[in-house]
């Protein structure tokens, strides 16, 4: 399905000025919807850093903050795969990928105005929104991967999404700073909720353009006509023989266990441990997105000289001691010097992640496909947050962010010994 539109010079020969100014091809077009897209989802994104910390201030507890990131995942263990065979029936998923995403984002505007309808459980309240947005997420998770390799083809995945994915970190750092501000403007609560109230342009942004995109319809499976079951059995069969996805899916899925162990546990570290202040945070995240955003074209041009699996190695074996430099961390001034790190690192792995699942999919089944490898993701983002806020409250945070370290570490074996990346 992404074949149909790949670049007809390659994406690489292509500037970016051209492509955002003088687009001269629908491929062009689409590639500059993308990155236009990118900026409102970064507006939005930046907002959404603060979102744990928001409920770390209202009085969440542990298990609250780790629920709000481990909810999308609930769902999408049970979605993933039905909804990639829905979306494998549509001849054109551009809008619901654009409508969906529009659904997500705007949860952040919702999650502002809590506090002017809801006084006491606002904690609860705001999960609760968090929670009926899980389905669109669902959408958004597989669609995305999809129109993205659409939009790029074979030969400028990495091109486009470092782009992509750059200008979002352009975004969202320069929001983070102007939030770290704005913070700082009014009393609490009422300063996070103007934040998230004025998400709302990032969202208006996103879905403008990113409904723009025009892929060529396809023609849906021939399994249109049989059960989801019976798909399901069909797919499975297909699946044992695809060894090169199998082995990616069986090791990401580790790996991404000890990514998202630590996810909730950080904004803890910071709040708790360290007492940072806002505009500590504020700090923090926006030298990890803005160092994520010049590590995309870094990694891109480093992958056409030493391979996509070089990069996937030393980004994976460098990424998994950020937990460990934390919690051996008291003070302020070093967490922004981890967190530049971890940007470094987990944008080689995002790259390298995306550009794998892609490759390893068969090109009539990528929806079907995708479904399966996001019930993994979903999983792993499930049970590993719970987890490390378990550990937190019965073994304390610093054992917590040793294990995520430790987690990482033995999928950093995996990718290697499964030889992941290789051509």
């Known amino acids: 399905m992404s074949d149909a539109v790949a670049p007809a010079s390659g994406a690489n020969q292509t500037r970016l000025w051209d492509v955002l100014f003088r687009p001269a091809s629908l491929e062009q077009v689409n590639q500059r919807n993308v990155i236009v897209d990118a900026v409102g989802v970064g507006i939005t994104a930046g907002v959404g850093s603060f979102l744990s910390v928001f409920l770390v201030r209202l009085g969440a507890s542990s298990f609250l903050v780790g629920l709000l990131t481990a909810m999308p995942a609930l769902t999408g263990m049970a979605l993933a795969m039905p909804v990639g065979e829905f979306l494998s029936r549509r001849p054109n998923i551009v809008p619901w990928f654009a409508r969906s995403r529009f659904a997500v984002l705007s949860c952040y505007m919702l999650t502002g105005l809590v506090p002017f309808f809801v006084h006491s459980r606002q904690p609860e309240a705001i999960i609760a929104i968090w929670a009926l947005a899980t389905l669109p997420q669902n959408l958004v998770s597989v669609a995305f991967t999809v129109v993205m390799g659409g939009v790029a083809g074979p030969r400028g995945r990495f091109t486009l999404m470092s782009r992509r994915w750059s200008i979002l970190g352009l975004a969202n750092s320069l929001t983070v700073v102007i939030v770290g501000q704005i913070l700082n403007l009014f009393n609490f609560p009422l300063n996070y909720q103007v934040v998230f109230i004025g998400s709302a342009i990032g969202a208006l942004i996103s879905v403008i353009f990113s409904s723009s995109i025009r892929l060529p319809l396809t023609v849906p499976s021939s399994a249109v006509h049989e059960s989801l079951v019976q798909t399901l059995r069909k797919r499975g069969s297909t699946l044992r023989a695809n060894k090169p996805f199998v082995r990616f899916i069986v090791s990401q899925f580790v790996f991404r ?36 955003m010049i590590a995309y074209f870094v990694w891109a041009r480093v992958s056409q000289r030493k391979g996509e699996r070089w990069v996937l190695l030393v980004a994976a074996l460098g990424v998994s001691f950020y937990p460990l430099l934390t919690a051996l961390t008291q003070r302020v001034e070093p967490l922004v010097a981890w967190a530049a790190l971890g940007g470094l690192f987990t944008a080689g792995i995002d790259l390298v992640f995306f550009d794998v699942v892609l490759s390893t999919c068969p090109a009539d089944q990528q929806a079907t496909y995708l479904g399966i490898y996001q019930t993994t993701v979903y999983a792993a983002n499930f049970l590993a947050p719970l987890a ?15 294990a995520a370290t430790a987690l990482r570490l033995v999928g950093f074996g995996l990718l290697t010994v499964l030889g992941v990346g290789r051509e």
């Open 257 to 292: 266990s000890g990514m998202a162990l630590a996810v909730p546990l950080f904004p803890i570290y910071w709040v708790r441990n360290i007492h940072a202040s806002d505009q500590a945070i504020s700090a923090i995240n926006s030298t990890q997105t803005f160092v994520m």
């Open 388 to 402: 490390g806020t378990t550990l937190t409250d019965t073994v304390g945070i610093i054992p917590a962010l040793i």
